[in-house]
């Protein structure tokens, strides 16, 4: 059986119709669940596990290609009876050339509306040093892309509906033309190039790493991620981070902090990250089981925390929090580290908040961190001193 008896089956359009029957059931079920107050426990476990969300487009997308092949089937038939009576048939030429207007005018329409609804969305201005120049980056590169959109969509549209088929009209044979394809060759060679320069000294800026003469020593945290939390290390009264061997983590050294290193008596564990504005932060990062991402949007920080690859960011934050919430008019905002790398099940889990505050907040929230070195670790310590100087005496013994 060819393809176009299976389309014309009755045994197959019966069961399309009990599938459609089916499918505007269900619609309603959903709608008559929404409506409800008291919809049950076991809908809405239904309705949250995002399946039933799928099968509604699904049924949806193919209710749309079914009414389109509907109206199809009707203007055909149209087409036909036109003929049929020696009347003039449709001229699907300008059919066309009217659907590619009305599309430039919908499209041009979705453009705008998706600025004015998402645009809204957007981050507020950068609370970070280097972040300015990233929008600025950003914003280059929206407003270039958008003139080139705009202009390309409005003649690719209005050509397709000027010069549609007329049987009046002789087209013009244009093989080649060596103008033509160096201009639109080297005009975007010429912009992409200057994107991309400006994008390579924009990243050198951030990413140098000496700091300025007369700036304060950069404030080092550790932030490591694992599946599905970050932690953080912050250093204690001599501002230096004891060292870490992968080595060491286990249960209660779960950082795997090398306890030998005087530096990481006082290295303190924070659940908040805390940072004092307008001072130079440096942050380690690193990943103990998959790829992370340590991403905190507001000040356009993101790298990658990749195990067994130690890297850093520094940055320097601007904008406190308080000010913030009043640029912003939300009593309740708060800036966030997020994982940008969909690193497992309970990847959304990875969220901590940030608070930028002054100088002395930061030194009053610092002192009131606790250490790492706890009494849990100091006694598993102690324990495995004491063995190391037991295990050669019964060395000895059993010789
Ligand atoms: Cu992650």
């Given amino acids: 059986m060819g393809f176009k008896n299976l389309i014309n089956s009755k045994k197959i359009l019966s069961l399309l119709a009990v599938f459609m029957l089916l499918g505007t059931s269900m619609l309603f079920a959903q709608g008559t669940e929404s409506a409800g107050a008291t919809a049950s426990p076991a809908a809405d476990a239904v309705k949250d596990n995002g399946l039933a969300t799928a099968g509604y487009y699904i049924l949806l997308f193919l209710i749309v290609c079914f009414v389109i092949g509907i109206v199809g089937k009707i203007l055909r038939v149209f087409d036909l009876t036109q003929q049929i009576q020696g009347k003039e048939p449709i001229n699907w030429n300008n059919v066309m050339g009217i659907c590619c207007l009305i599309f430039l005018i919908a499209g041009a329409y979705g453009a705008y509306w998706e600025f004015t609804v998402h645009g809204s969305m957007i981050l507020p201005g950068a609370a970070s040093e280097h972040g300015v120049k990233i929008d600025e980056m950003f914003w280059t590169t929206t407003v270039l892309t958008m003139i080139v959109f705009v202009i390309t969509q409005i003649l690719l549209f209005t050509f397709l509906f000027r010069y549609r088929y007329n049987a009046k009209r002789r087209g013009h044979f244009l093989p080649h033309n060596n103008t033509i394809e160096k201009v639109w060759t080297?005009?975007?060679?010429?912009?992409?190039?200057?994107?991309?320069?400006?994008?390579?000294?924009?990243?050198?800026?951030?990413?140098?790493?000496?700091?300025?003469?007369?700036?304060?020593?950069?404030?080092?945290?550790?932030?490591?991620?694992?599946?599905?939390?970050?932690?953080?290390?912050?250093?204690?009264?001599?501002?230096?981070?004891?060292?870490?061997?992968?080595?060491?983590?286990?249960?209660?050294?779960?950082?795997?902090?090398?306890?030998?290193?005087?530096?990481?008596?006082?290295?303190?564990?924070?659940?908040?990250?805390?940072?004092?504005?307008?001072?130079?932060?440096?942050?380690?990062?690193?990943?103990?089981?998959?790829?992370?991402?340590?991403?905190?949007?507001?000040?356009?920080?993101?790298?990658?925390?990749?195990?067994?690859?130690?890297?850093?960011?520094?940055?320097?934050?601007?904008?406190?929090?308080?000010?913030?919430?009043?640029?912003?008019?939300?009593?309740?905002?708060?800036?966030?580290?997020?994982?940008?790398?969909?690193?497992?099940?309970?990847?959304?889990?990875m969220k901590k908040i940030v608070r930028v505050v002054t100088e002395a907040e930061y030194q009053a929230w610092l002192s009131q961190q606790k250490p790492y070195l706890t009494d849990g670790i100091k006694k598993d310590l102690k324990f495995a001193a004491e063995k190391k100087e037991v295990q050669p005496n019964r060395l000895a013994l059993n010789n």
């Fill in 186 to 349: 080297i005009a975007p060679a010429i912009v992409l190039t200057i994107l991309v320069i400006f994008g390579f000294f924009t990243w050198q800026k951030i990413t140098d790493n000496v700091d300025a003469k007369g700036e304060p020593a950069s404030i080092n945290i550790d932030i490591t991620g694992h599946q599905f939390a970050w932690e953080l290390r912050y250093p204690g009264k001599d501002a230096r981070l004891g060292a870490t061997n992968y080595k060491l983590i286990s249960g209660i050294n779960k950082l795997g902090i090398n306890f030998k290193d005087k530096n990481s008596y006082d290295d303190l564990q924070a659940d908040t990250m805390y940072l004092p504005v307008r001072k130079s932060v440096r942050l380690n990062i690193h990943a103990q089981d998959v790829i992370h991402s340590v991403y905190m949007p507001h000040f356009r920080v993101q790298l990658n925390a990749v195990p067994g690859l130690p890297v850093f960011f520094k940055f320097k934050p601007t904008i406190t929090t308080a000010e913030m919430r009043t640029k912003l008019d939300k009593p309740n905002f708060e800036y966030e580290i997020l994982c940008n790398k969909i690193c497992g099940g309970s990847h959304y889990n």
